[in-house]
């Protein structure tokens, strides 16, 4: 385990369903970053908080929506979602210009 | 549109034998460069950094930068079958936060 925490390991849920993937940050880093991946697709990057502050949004569909109440911690709520949105979601945190370090992922499927 | 560029193999090599894994990167003001090895099923892992030219060793790992080609390499020796996996180059254009990553390419020793 590397530092970075996520709940739920794994999550099924259908396209009416609300939930929120949960990640936690115990190396004292000042950004964190939410990434999808799907298979035989590249990491695709989703949202990045610098210092609690939303500074990148990747053209991300609204049904997924973002929070970070402090620098540890950071949320992605889901609505509405569609099949196409199954894939792993994993949550990463950095400092200044050093890699990142990732969470485990959920693993997310929508009926 | 910034891009990394990785051969998705999969690469065969015996156990014991040298792996070699490239990656090429469009943007020239990139200076930070990563690779990440990821197991099936689990989360990518930084094994390795690099930000200048030249070669970075850090036990059976050799990271290779050259901002002039815009390449990266990482050597890989004396694999092991437990070596078997998907190694992702993350490249961090000029003075930002996020990562852009390749496809990965599958690496596969056998014994």
């Known amino acids: 385990e590397t530092g970075v925490t996520q709940t739920p390991r794994h999550l099924v849920m259908g396209m009416t369903n609300k939930k929120s993937l949960k990640c936690e940050q115990h190396?004292?880093?000042?950004?964190m970053y939410w990434y999808k991946q799907s298979a035989k697709k590249p990491l695709e990057l989703m949202f990045v908080?610098?210092?609690?502050?939303?500074?990148e949004n990747n053209s991300v569909p609204s049904r997924f929506s973002p929070e970070c109440p402090n620098s540890s911690h950071l949320f992605l709520h889901l609505h509405t979602l569609q099949p196409e949105d199954s894939a792993l979601y994993l949550c990463?945190?950095?400092?200044?210009?050093?890699?990142?370090?990732f969470g485990p992922g959920t693993r997310l499927t929508v009926l | 549109q910034k891009e990394v560029e990785q051969n998705s193999g999969p690469l065969s090599v015996p156990e014991g034998a040298i792996a070699s894994l490239n990656c090429t990167y469009s943007?020239?003001?990139?200076?930070?460069f990563f690779w990440y090895r990821q197991y099936s099923g689990k989360s990518p892992e930084l094994i390795m950094s690099?930000?200048?030219?030249g070669d970075k060793e850090d036990g059976r790992f050799t990271a290779q930068l050259n901002k002039a080609s815009q390449y990266v390499s990482l050597l890989i020796r004396d694999s092991q079958p437990s070596d078997s996996a998907t190694y992702l180059c993350?490249?961090?254009?000029?003075?930002?936060?996020?990562?852009?990553f390749g496809t990965g390419t599958r690496l596969q020793v056998f014994p």
């Open positions: 190396l004292g880093h000042n950004a």
């Open positions: 943007d020239r003001g990139s200076q930070s």
């Open positions: 993350a490249v961090k254009p000029g003075d930002t936060d996020k990562l852009i």
């Open positions: 908080y610098s210092l609690e502050e939303r500074v």
């Open positions: 990463a945190s950095s400092q200044d210009r050093l890699g990142q370090f």
């Open positions: 690099i930000y200048s030219n």
